[in-house]
């Protein structure tokens, strides 16, 4: 017979969301059960995702920075060189960051399942372990975070050694001579700089005409190049009728132009899908969306009144920071506490090389939003003392305004430390901030945050008389 237990709340999924459910429910003194399908917790954040490709990438800067300082080192990449090699530090990040959640967890009183979950009705759900054993855990409350997993086109054969996907490109042991990307997304776009900067030949090819389409055009086309400086090319406007690796020493990809690219390896990164199909979440008497999530109301709650969901089953913004603040959000609305003010202006911040971040309305927003004009300021890190001194010359901030000049309402960044200073901007439209008092306040010198102040005299010289 399997074995019942009673909890208070049942968190499904133990990556940014599904952790941060736990141990607000924790912390309000309620029983609470995490279930989690792999061995670790912290979810593909952690272990294939965000931690990972980070760790990657600022090892390439600080190499690249080592090779640019060619009047003091003589100093040149092996041919021969592993990607390992150069992820020293990712076993150690990735085991410190599971070590601080897991210690976390267990401080907080959670108990931890190991095992794959499933609804048997909208308050049981049943635990699958390795060895098939199953235990029965009830909840009047339970949170779905149980994430998501890269999409797998039907028409390309992904074997995980020639043609990858973003799960599986840092299984890679050499850095290939080169590598066709599809896609123009995130995913797509950080890994595409990070290997185009390494010296390896990337091709992007995507249908949107330019990369990240959902960002400022600005922002995107010094993007682009600083993509193309290094010597990668973005193909857009094309799409891919079939891709195979040819048996022997490439992959060969032919799009429905005619045209025909050949490269060493192959990036697929066109989108997550929701890890929802093993839930039995008709069981529950939830239906998933024509596009495979869950929907959920403003407080995370599904149709389901005492059943949320946080994180990428609920589909955009699909951001770490966003995930968790639903998870804690959703379990506070679920116990009846407060959770503070909904949060506004979510910063995104994009880790391409160079570093992207954007919080607030863009130009074009901002201008159908209030049915008139948007006065705009720029400051050019070349423009910036800190910016010659530490060769950050390759950014912009961007400082949107109303018609008159007076009001904040958005900043976009591209630009080497870029999801760093969003946050100030994220601080002054919060605040309501108008724009002098960017130009009246003092910034440390030298500074990247000078830029704001820069932007700020910018849009106030533009100002009618």
């Not at 429910?25 to 952690?46: D, M, N, P």
């Not at 797509?188 to 990240?212: C, H, K, N, W």
């Not at 060969?252 to 199909?277: D, H, P, Q, Y």
């Not at 001194?389 to 958005?410: F, H």
Request: proline letters at 4%.
């Amino acid at each position: 017979m399997t074995p019942t237990t009673s909890y208070d709340l049942v968190v499904i999924g133990s990556g940014p969301a599904g952790q941060k459910a736990a141990i607000q429910g924790a912390k309000a003194g309620k029983r609470v059960a995490l279930i989690e399908q792999t061995r670790e917790v912290g979810g593909a954040c952690v272990y294939h995702g965000t931690i990972p490709s980070k760790t990657l990438r600022e090892t390439a800067l600080k190499m690249v920075h080592f090779l640019h300082a060619t009047d003091v080192f003589d100093f040149r990449m092996r041919d021969d060189l592993k990607i390992a090699s150069l992820m020293t530090r990712l076993d150690t990040v990735v085991r410190a960051h599971g070590k601080f959640m897991k210690e976390q967890i267990t401080r907080n009183g959670i108990d931890r399942f190991h095992g794959r979950a499933q609804f048997l009705s909208d308050r049981e759900i049943q635990v699958r372990g390795l060895g098939g054993n199953t235990t029965t855990l009830t909840a009047p409350v339970s949170v779905i975070a149980t994430g998501s997993r890269p999409r797998v086109p039907d028409h390309i054969p992904i074997d995980h050694e020639h043609i990858l996907d973003s799960d599986s490109i840092l299984s890679l042991v050499y850095f290939p001579k080169s590598l066709t990307v599809l896609g123009g997304g995130v995913i797509a776009s950080e890994y595409a700089s990070i290997f185009s900067l390494l010296g390896v030949q990337v091709t992007m090819v995507d249908t949107a005409d330019r990369p990240l389409k959902f960002l400022d055009p600005e922002l995107t086309d010094q993007f682009c190049r600083a993509f193309e400086k290094t010597g990668g090319h973005y193909r857009g406007q094309q799409k891919v009728q079939h891709a195979q690796w040819d048996g022997f020493s490439k992959v060969t990809t032919l799009l429905e132009s005619g045209e025909t690219l050949e490269s060493e390896k192959m990036l697929v990164a066109l989108g997550r899908v929701a890890n929802i199909e093993h839930l039995n979440i008709q069981a529950a008497g939830l239906t998933p969306t024509p596009r495979g999530l869950i929907s959920v109301n403003d407080q995370c709650q599904t149709t389901v009144p005492h059943i949320y969901a946080v994180g990428d089953v609920i589909g955009p913004p699909s951001l770490a920071s966003c995930s968790m603040e639903q998870g804690r959000r959703a379990v506070c609305h679920a116990l009846g506490l407060n959770p503070g003010d909904a949060p506004e202006h979510i910063p995104m911040g994009i880790f391409t090389i160079p570093e992207m971040s954007s919080v607030g309305l863009s130009e074009q927003e901002a201008i159908e939003k209030y049915g008139g004009d948007a006065l705009v300021g720029r400051a050019h890190f070349h423009e910036i003392a800190r910016g010659q001194i530490s060769g950050m010359t390759n950014g912009l901030l961007k400082m949107v305004a109303d018609a008159k000049g007076g009001k904040l309402l958005g900043v976009h960044i591209v630009g080497e430390g870029a999801t760093e200073l969003i946050h100030i901007g994220q601080m002054g439209l919060l605040h309501h901030i108008d724009i002098d008092r960017f130009v009246d306040n003092i910034f440390n010198f030298p500074t990247l945050a000078e830029a704001y102040r820069i932007a700020a005299l910018d849009i106030a010289k533009q100002r009618k008389k």
